[in-house]
C-alpha cells in the first residue's frame, strides 16, 4: 500500500547534538511538507519542497535543515542551534492538487 | 497571510447527539480550498471533508458535514449522531489554490479537543 513513512516512531537527543528524521513516500507526490506540533499550538510548517532538489523555508524554519535529493526522500535535520526542540514532528506529502495533505504517523522527538 | 481561527479549545458532546465546531479563517484571496482533520489519541492525521471554495453546496461525508459561509470567512463542521471514536483533536485547514507559484502549503488553526461522553 502506498503511504509516508516516518522513522523513528520516538527519538531522544542529548543538547548540543544533531538528529536527521526520516520521511519517505511512495506515492509519487512531487510536494512534501514537514510540520511541527506542541500543545495549544496547531501545526507550523518548518519546510516545504515542490520537487526534488528545491525547497523553501516555512514559518519556523530556524534551527532546522532538509534535503530533496529523491522525490521519494524529504529527511529533516533538527541542529543544536534549534532552541526547543522537543515536539511531535509530522511529515506530509500532497495528495493531488485539489485535496488535502497524506500524513505521516510522526516522530516525537525529545530533548535529554 | 492566511489565519486560521478556531475559537473552542474544547468541546463535549452525549454519544449520539449532535456536535458543531468552530472556524473562521482569514484570506483575500477568492479561491482557495478548506478541510478539517481529525487527530486521534494516536496522533495519526485523517482528513475528514474539504470544500472547494468556489462550490457554493456545502460538503458531506456520511455524519460530517460543513456549513460554509465564504462572505463570512467561517467554516464550521457538524458531526451528527456522535460515536465515541469521534474523540480526537479536530484542526480546521486553509489551501491556497494550485499553480501560479501557489506553496500548496496548509495553514492550520490551533486545533479542539472533542470528548465524546457515553
Known amino acids: 500500500d502506498g503511504g509516508i513513512t516516518q522513522s523513528p516512531k520516538y527519538l531522544f537527543r542529548k543538547e548540543g547534538q544533531n538528529v536527521t528524521l526520516s520521511c519517505e513516500q511512495n506515492?509519487?507526490?512531487?510536494?512534501m511538507y514537514w510540520y511541527r506540533q506542541d500543545p495549544g499550538q496547531g501545526l507550523r510548517l518548518i519546510y516545504y519542497?515542490?520537487?526534488?532538489?528545491?525547497?523553501q523555508k516555512g514559518d519556523i524554519a530556524e534551527g532546522y535543515s532538509v534535503s530533496r535529493e529523491k522525490k521519494e526522500s524529504f529527511p529533516l535535520t533538527v541542529t543544536s542551534a534549534q532552541k526547543n526542540p522537543t515536539a511531535f514532528y509530522l511529515c506530509?506529502?500532497?495528495?493531488?492538487?485539489?485535496?488535502?495533505?497524506?500524513f505521516g504517523s510522526g516522530t516525537r522527538l525529545t530533548v535529554v | 497571510a492566511q489565519t486560521v481561527t478556531q475559537s473552542q479549545p474544547e468541546m463535549s458532546v452525549q454519544e449520539a447527539e449532535t456536535v458543531t465546531l468552530s472556524c473562521t479563517y482569514d484570506?483575500?484571496?477568492?479561491?482557495?480550498?478548506l478541510f478539517w482533520y481529525k487527530q486521534p489519541p494516536s496522533r495519526q492525521m485523517i482528513l475528514v471533508i474539504r470544500?472547494?471554495?468556489?462550490?457554493?453546496q456545502n460538503a458531506t461525508e456520511n455524519r460530517f458535514s460543513v456549513n460554509f459561509q465564504k462572505a463570512a470567512k467561517s467554516f464550521s463542521l457538524k458531526i451528527s449522531d456522535s460515536q465515541l471514536g469521534d474523540a480526537a483533536m479536530y484542526f480546521c485547514?486553509?489551501?491556497?489554490?494550485?499553480?501560479?507559484?501557489?506553496?500548496?502549503?496548509?495553514?492550520f488553526g490551533k486545533g479542539t479537543k472533542l470528548t465524546v461522553n457515553p
Open positions: 506530509a506529502s500532497l495528495r493531488d492538487p485539489g485535496g488535502g495533505y497524506t
Open positions: 506515492l509519487n507526490h512531487d510536494a
Open positions: 519542497s515542490q520537487i526534488v532538489n528545491d525547497f
Open positions: 484570506t483575500s484571496e477568492s479561491d482557495y480550498y
Open positions: 470544500q472547494e471554495a468556489y462550490k457554493q
Open positions: 485547514a486553509y489551501r491556497s489554490p494550485s499553480g501560479e507559484g501557489g506553496s500548496e502549503k496548509l495553514v
